[in-house]
């Protein structure tokens, strides 16, 4: 069983950062973890990044650049800091773990557990 707790999300300008963490606990190490969001009238997550247990990074494209995946098997802590946040970055952000790699290019080949934090919410507004 895992656990996933997020927390960090709130209210920023445009162009402002935010470092979004999330506790997990179960059977997570050394898999891959990661972080979606889900935007205003969408019901689907989008994938924005994943780190395998060796550290490998994957970013969505509208991620890279400018989001940062960070893992800490230590304090079970899996960070997502975000930097130079615009509007279209205004979602309910999740972490899931552990992810499973597909064959497909879409969502930089990963594919997302059953196991879904509440999530965290962040509004980027002027």
């Known amino acids: 069983q895992v656990q996933l707790v997020e927390s960090g999300g709130g209210d920023v300008r445009p162009g402002e950062s935010l470092r979004l963490s999330c506790v997990f606990s179960?059977?997570?190490?050394?898999?891959?973890m990661g972080w979606y969001r889900r935007t205003p009238g969408n019901q689907k997550r989008d994938f924005v990044a994943?780190?395998?247990?060796?550290?490998?990074?994957y970013f969505a494209d509208f991620a890279e650049g400018r989001f940062t995946i960070i893992r800490d098997n230590v304090a079970r802590t899996l960070h997502l800091q975000m930097n130079n946040l615009q509007s279209e970055d205004s979602a309910i952000y999740y972490c899931?773990?552990?992810?499973?790699?597909?064959?497909?290019?879409?969502?930089?080949?990963?594919?997302?557990?059953?196991?879904w934090g509440q999530g965290t919410q962040v509004m980027v507004s002027l």
């Open positions: 994943a780190i395998t247990g060796g550290g490998t990074t």
């Open positions: 179960g059977s997570v190490h050394p898999y891959t």
């Open positions: 899931n773990a552990p992810l499973s790699p597909t064959l497909s290019p879409i969502d930089k080949g990963w594919s997302p557990s059953a196991y």
